[in-house]
């Protein structure tokens, strides 16, 4: 049975999970800020949404980091990698794409994590 959590915009979930995968997708909600307090509070909103459906930050094995300027990819970076910690057994593969996003959004996290057993 697939699990949904609801977001703040129809036609979408914020999260998901299926078994033991779980799936989700944040962006900041505060865009009135730069990249890097944009990209802080992105990923306490994915390590929330992990937590509502049985996992966390360690348990990420995929992530896509799509970003506005790729020129900010730096900063991006000190902040992501403060954020997943120095033990390199919870590092998930990433990759990060330079795009187009909505008004003020500078960046979009999207991650695929394994549940908490």
Known sequence: MIERKPGIYAGRSKSSAYNDLVWTVAT???????????????????????????????????????????????????????????????WPQRACLGVNLEGDVLIEVTVTAVRKI
């Open 28 to 90: 900041s909600s505060d865009t009135s800020v730069g990249i890097e307090q944009q990209t802080r509070l992105t990923l306490a909103t994915i390590q929330q949404n992990l937590l509502e459906l049985g996992s966390d930050k360690t348990q990420i094995v995929s992530a896509q980091v799509y970003i506005a300027n790729m020129a900010e990819k730096l900063k991006m970076d000190t902040q992501w990698k403060i954020w997943v910690g120095d033990n390199p057994d919870h």
